[in-house]
């Protein structure tokens, strides 16, 4: 297989390679009573989850190489030297109580599903049988959202310090991915292995790369100030960000935890937003930081694309949930109608459900087509110039995700702005 330069310099280049997880047993191993420490308001059905992932997955395949993160961890679980130091560092920074030595006997099949799924904690002490717990290693519910635990920005990975510590090993395993693996070509920059801080708080579901010199970042739920300051640092060191532009976002409800849940990027002059938090005045502030030869000036602005048009890049908005009813658009927002990820400029995915999102896309210049159609090859996507491929998103939805949430991509085609 040929090595793989992880190259990202904007959310819409064509796309040409992304890591994807399908959602497994870690998603049914979840009850009502563990379904909130798991970050979830509902739990999933799983056959239906698959079903819908499969088109999403499958859609991804006609743009796409894609690799699947249970191959790729599986890959580097056979190096005895990774495996001995990933299992080292899950079983310190967890607190494990089951046999090391045990885990480190399996296969690396074996291992691999242990690690996403979880491992049964053998009750084989009172302590044990008074825990009320079922897992000694917990399952990774939320691991089908690829984009939190790293992100790459030009030619680096920025690993991801999650908010939530049920979702740390994430990080872990994409880590030793990207260092291990022999088909990627890229260096890892790790917040917890450089700032002891504890307050550093960076998801990818925050981090929008759109030019090779301008990040996005939102703050709120999931990202730090102190998180994104962490970036600011490493931008002054490596001398080619040279802007941060800076999205407050509300606290509540959860359909707002990640920047990507109100904006994305549709292409080189279209962007998807929900409109009371971007574009109407409210006391979520938007603050620009210019970083010129280690110096930074920071400074507030009235809104996003207004500061992103002073840098060249002239969007204009589409609506999610459309724009003649607010009850709609909160509706909308809620089930991911603004989380769409690109496969080239004006080539995108996003759920079907949101109707009125797509009523609007197609207002747009956005022709909508079926994932269906296009995995039935009834299609043909290279007669259209624009349009949104719409997956079913019933189950998947109710995950708190969208598009963009279940996709890392690490090698996109350079835009010409």
Not at 50 to 69: D, I, N, R, S, W
Not at 366 to 392: C, E, M, Q
Request: proline share 3%; glycine share 6%; aromatic share 8%.
């Amino acid at each position: 297989m040929d090595k793989i330069k992880v190259e990202v310099s904007s959310e819409i280049g064509e796309l040409e390679a992304v890591i994807v997880h399908t959602p497994g047993q870690e998603v049914a191993n979840m009850t009502p009573k563990n379904a909130e420490r798991a970050l979830y308001s509902d739990i999933l059905n799983l056959s239906v989850a698959q079903k819908e992932y499969a088109q999403f997955k499958g859609v991804l395949q006609k743009h796409a190489q894609v690799f699947e993160m249970r191959d790729l961890l599986k890959d580097i679980l056979g190096n005895g030297k990774v495996k001995q130091q990933l299992i080292t560092d899950i079983f310190k920074y967890e607190q494990i109580e089951h046999d090391m030595q045990f885990m480190l006997g399996l296969d690396s099949e074996e291992l691999t599903r242990q690690i996403i799924e979880g491992v049964v904690m053998k009750k084989d002490s009172l302590t044990k049988y008074f825990n009320k717990d079922r897992y000694a290693l917990r399952p990774l519910h939320n691991f089908f959202f690829m984009r939190d635990a790293s992100i790459a920005i030009n030619s680096d990975v920025l690993i991801g310090k999650m908010s939530s510590v049920v979702r740390d090993r994430e990080t872990r395993i994409m880590e030793a991915i990207f260092n291990n693996h022999p088909v990627f070509e890229t260096r890892t920059i790790n917040p917890t292995k450089l700032d002891n801080s504890n307050s550093i708080s960076i998801e990818g579901g925050d981090v929008q790369i759109i030019r090779e010199d301008i990040l996005l970042i939102g703050t709120g739920a999931r990202t730090t100030s102190q998180g994104i300051d962490f970036i600011l640092n490493q931008a002054k060191v490596n001398n080619q960000i040279k802007h941060i532009i800076v999205q407050e976002l509300p606290e509540s409800p959860e359909s707002f935890i990640h920047l990507d849940m109100v904006f994305t990027i549709l292409d080189i002059n279209k962007c998807m937003v929900f409109e009371p938090v971007i574009l109407r005045p409210n006391k979520y502030r938007t603050v620009h930081m210019n970083i010129d030869n280690g110096k930074v000036k920071i400074s507030t602005a009235e809104n996003l694309l207004l500061v992103l048009k002073k840098l060249g890049i002239d969007l204009e908005p589409v609506f999610c949930g459309g724009q003649a009813d607010p009850w709609t658009q909160e509706r909308e927002q809620w089930h991911s109608g603004a989380n769409f990820v690109s496969v080239a400029p004006g080539k995108v995915i996003g759920y079907e459900r949101n109707v009125y999102t797509m009523e609007e896309m197609h207002k747009h210049g956005f022709s909508l087509i079926k994932a269906r159609d296009v995995l039935k090859d009834k299609v043909d996507l290279s007669n259209y110039d624009k349009y949104v491929i719409t997956i079913d998103g019933s189950e998947l939805a109710r995950g708190g995700g969208g598009a963009r949430c279940m996709s890392m991509p690490i090698k996109r085609k350079t835009v010409m702005w």
